[in-house]
């Protein structure tokens, strides 16, 4: 049976084909309707891991004990993980273990661009990279057989295109590979320095080596003879974008396994061809290997390390042909700059603390809250990476005490950031007596991602009801003094105005909890539908007060301050804010 799949879709297909039996993730774009898709095949045990560490560390544990495991992140959360990737690579596996790395050329949602291939020669893992859904759920069955046959995890590498494109899949039946059996085995499960010595050298003399000979005769790498003029060597999106350009007019080496890099391949292709090209996204990774085998090619002399490369790229660099947009369209699209949306949680306490904006820094994190950094709110100094918030936080308070300055330090995290990695940055905080203010923005969800369970919300994976961990307790377990945390609803802004007062006074570490569920949940907004606010013209002094939240429902057109009911959902800041009683509610909750 054939199916239209995305790459997300396609290798959890290729996860349930191949007899998987643990996957675990974060969430993160592009990934993370990876685990989505897994967690409806019941035959494999699902979790949404609390960082990606962890989540590496359940799928080793559970390959170690003879169970062919999955593990998906995007490619930062790859930095997360890197601790244990690097000692499992030692360790090998017994039931196969797939990792896989969900790139992000162009960043179109990332803090970053990284390449990730680049981890596998430093790990020492092998490397696999499909380049459409028919691959994507192939290349899953044959990565779990590489690691099983050469004892090593599989770094499995895709991209925003190949994770998101959609494309014909043939399906293929379950093979149960049951659970293998497990044999306690200290000098390879247990990486003290004797045993890692030795591991190290049997990776360099015999797994690499053995690897290397399988990627020169792998059915993963291919080469397709046509003209010999001009040679392609490429891998992943871009052998299809390359296609797209040359089609049959072109020979190309396709490399679907890429770490070790297939040298006799390389040379044996680059000996047939008159002029070698190297296309791929990101870092010259097949380029400095290709050159360094003393074969000259083009490479990033033409194509970019930045952005992701499509057709149009490819045809200007090697053809020199410039491609005008011929999908022009006659209307003008309105500029919608990036902000919270309407009736986000998070508004009212980012309003608050702005009334102080020259006696604060705040150190964002990743998460829907790094859009209070937009004006006009503009609440955000640093935002680095995820647990940052607060420990970037820590960092500049200590600075600022040194420096005699008087700005106070608020560290944001959300709920699903907090039990990620931002609970160690609040231990820290304590421990080293930094006396910096961390909000915890807890809207009951991970919301950027696309709204995916978390140990706050009190359900599991699949929506089943699972332990609540209560996010108040844990701050004052890891030594918050009961009197320097505020629970408060951000709706009201009293509660956010009196938080952000006492906070400002604080010499301890100061925690405020803001706990309003998030504005785009369906049980929310199917219960809040009846209300909304609306602007009383006869009361409206066009002071623009309303305007300084920043929400998108509030506009103000030919001198006429509005409000766009499809949108407000009746939080009601905006009516707490205004000076003149000019905004008022209507309706009430939907039991």
Same mark, same amino acid.
């Given at each position: ?5 995305? !790459? ?8 349930? +084909?191949?007899?998987? /039996? ?19 095949? +019941? ?17 080793? !544990? ?15 959360? /790859? ?17 196969? /273990? ?32 499909? $380049?459409?859904?028919? *691959? ?10 590489? $690691? ?44 003290? #320095? ?7 050298? *049997? ?26 003029? &001009? ?29 070790? /890099? ?5 040379? =044996? ?28 090619? &083009?490479?990033?002399? &033409?194509?970019?390390?930045? !952005?992701?490369?499509? #057709? ?40 608050? @603390? ?101 140990? !706050? ?32 609803? #951000? ?28 504005? @785009? ?27 300084? &939240?920043?929400?998108?429902?509030? $506009? ?18 905006? @009516? ?14 939907? =039991?």
């Amino acid at each position: 049976m054939k199916k239209l799949l995305t !790459g997300n879709e396609a290798i959890a297909r290729g996860a349930y +084909e191949a007899g998987c /039996l643990v996957a675990t993730a974060y969430p993160g774009t592009p990934s993370t309707e990876i685990l989505e898709n897994i967690s409806s095949y +019941e035959e494999i045990y699902s979790e949404w891991s609390t960082n990606e560490k962890v989540a590496l560390e359940v799928g080793a !544990g559970a390959s170690i004990a003879g169970a062919r495991s999955l593990v998906a992140m995007k490619h930062v959360g /790859l930095n997360v993980a890197a601790d244990p990737l690097f000692t499992i690579a030692y360790e090998g596996v017994n039931g196969g /273990l797939i990792v896989i790395t969900a790139d992000e050329p162009g960043m179109h949602s990332s803090q970053n661009e990284q390449d990730n291939r680049l981890f596998a020669p430093h790990a020492k893992v092998a490397m696999v990279e499909p $380049s459409d859904s028919q *691959e994507c759920k192939d290349f899953v069955k044959h990565a779990f057989e590489i $690691s099983e046959t050469y004892d090593t995890p599989v770094l499995f590498k895709v991209t925003t295109r190949v994770c998101h494109s959609k494309g014909v899949v043939e399906l293929g039946e379950r093979i149960d590979v049951g659970i293998k059996e497990y044999v306690k085995d200290t000098k390879k499960y247990i990486m003290v #320095p004797a045993n890692s010595k030795a591991k190290h050298i *049997e990776i360099e003399t015999d797994r690499l080596p053995r690897l290397r000979e399988y990627s020169n005769n792998s059915p993963l790498n291919r080469i397709e003879w046509n003209d010999k003029k &001009i040679g392609i060597i490429t891998s992943g999106a871009s052998y299809l974008h390359a296609k797209e350009v040359f089609g049959d007019t072109v020979s190309y080496l396709k490399v679907g396994f890429s770490y070790p /890099l297939p040298d006799k391949l390389f040379k =044996e292709f680059s000996n047939e061809v008159d002029k070698l090209y190297v296309i791929e996204e990101n870092e010259p990774y097949m380029e400095q290997f290709i050159k360094a085998m003393g074969i000259e090619c &083009i490479g990033k002399e &033409i194509f970019s390390v930045c !952005g992701e490369i499509n #057709p149009q790229i490819i045809r200007e660099a090697m053809l020199g042909e410039k491609v005008e947009d011929t999908h022009k369209l006659d209307l003008e699209v309105s500029s919608r700059p990036p902000a919270l949306c309407a009736g986000c949680p998070h508004r009212g306490i980012f309003y608050a @603390l702005s009334k102080h904006k020259n006696k604060v820094v705040v150190t964002s994190d990743i998460g829907c809250y790094t859009l209070g950094a937009m004006p006009p709110l503009g609440m955000g100094d640093t935002v680095i990476c995820m647990g940052a918030g607060i420990t970037a936080g820590i960092g500049f308070d200590k600075v600022n005490q040194m420096a005699d300055r008087e700005k106070k330090v608020f560290g944001f995290v959300g709920d699903s950031t907090f039990f990620h990695s931002g609970m160690t940055g609040l231990v820290n905080a304590v421990y080293n007596k930094s006396n910096m203010v961390v909000v915890i923005l807890d809207n009951r969800i991970t919301a950027m991602t696309g709204h995916q369970q978390n140990p !706050g919300t009190g359900k599991n994976i699949s929506g089943i009801e699972a332990p609540m961990i209560d996010i108040e307790g844990l701050v004052k377990a890891i030594g918050v003094k009961e009197e320097n945390i505020r629970v408060i609803d #951000p709706y009201k802004m009293d509660e956010n105005i009196n938080a952000v007062k006492d906070a400002l006074q604080a010499t301890d570490p100061f925690v405020i909890i803001t706990k309003q569920p998030c504005a @785009l949940i369906k049980d929310v907004q199917k219960a809040r539908r009846g209300l909304h606010c609306q602007v009383n013209q006869d009361k409206c002094r066009k002071c623009k007060t309303c305007l300084r &939240i920043g929400c998108p429902a509030i $506009s103000m057109k030919d001198n006429v301050v509005s409000m766009d009911t499809s949108l407000c959902n009746g939080c009601t800041v905006c @009516l707490q804010v205004c000076p003149f009683n000019a905004i008022e509610s209507f309706g009430k909750e939907v =039991e």
